[in-house]
T-cell receptor, first 114, second 113 residues
Framework: EAGVTQSPTHLIKTRGQQVTLRCSPI?????VYWYQQALGLGLQFLLWYDEGEERNRGNFPPRFSGRQFPNYSSELNVNALELEDSALYLC?????????????FGDGTRLSIL | GNSVTQMEGPVTLSEEAFLTINCTYTATGYPSLFWYVQYPGEGLQLLLK?????DKGSNKGFEATYRKETTSFHLEKGSVQVSDSAVYFC????????????FGTGTQLKVEL
């Protein structure tokens, strides 16, 4: 069974630019989650999508947004990049049966802002 | 809101030593509890889970028991190996937090020969 796949693996951007990160969930999983792992800040929840709808959002500004496609894959968009957006962005997927189901993670996209 | 507290690292052990990483939580109701492991340069891998009080999750020699009375989910392994060197994260989800995972700060484990 293929796991969660994320692309690209690494990105280098400059302040003010925009970036799009992509995630393909495990086959059969309908929920997709995005997390930010920034140095010194730990793992922070960003967004949860299920059946194409945004279900929950973490404490991040509106320039962080995303969407989920009919095939359940997802994109995370970050506009007006700032230096503090440098982080590992992790995508996870799960079956849509509430918090009882574990989330399975991809290897992440490492975003560096110069 | 929900929160998870893990023991500070790094933890350095000799091979075959006993491992305990403490984890306590604050949450409403009955959350599900998880341990994830992150190897260098990789994402998180699910290590084990427990979904109700007194459940014991186990995998690859690691164990953790969901203790409602002490709001704890301590990770243990009887004999660690060098290959267990990684960062370990305790997390919870559900009940008042929706589906999102709330993580502890992570505990780095280094196992030496």
């Amino acid at each position: 069974e293929a796991g969660v796949t994320q692309s690209p693996t690494h990105l280098i951007k400059t302040r003010g630019q925009q970036v799009t990160l992509r995630c393909s969930p495990i086959s059969g999983h309908t929920s997709v989650y995005w997390y930010q792992q920034a140095l010194g800040l730990g793992l922070q929840f960003l967004l949860w999508y299920d059946e194409g709808e945004e279900r929950n959002r973490g404490n991040f500004p509106p320039r962080f947004s995303g969407r989920q496609f009919p095939n359940y894959s997802s994109e995370l968009n970050v506009n007006a990049l700032e230096l503090e957006d440098s982080a590992l962005y992790l995508c996870a997927s799960s079956l849509r049966t509430g918090g009882l189901q574990p989330q399975h993670f991809g290897d992440g996209t490492r975003l560096s802002i110069l | 809101g929900n929160s998870v507290t893990q023991m500070e690292g790094p933890v350095t052990l000799s091979e075959e030593a006993f491992l305990t990483i403490n984890c306590t939580y604050t949450a409403t109701g009955y959350p599900s509890l998880f341990w994830y492991v992150q190897y260098p340069g990789e994402g998180l891998q699910l290590l084990l889970k427990a979904t109700k009080a007194d459940d014991k999750g186990s995998n690859k020699g690691f164990e953790a028991t969901y203790r409602k009375e002490t709001t704890s989910f301590h990770l243990e392994k009887g004999s660690v190996q060098v290959s267990d060197s990684a960062v370990y994260f305790c997390a919870l989800s559900g009940e008042g937090g929706g589906n999102k995972l709330t993580f502890g700060t992570g505990t780095q484990l280094k196992v030496e020969l």
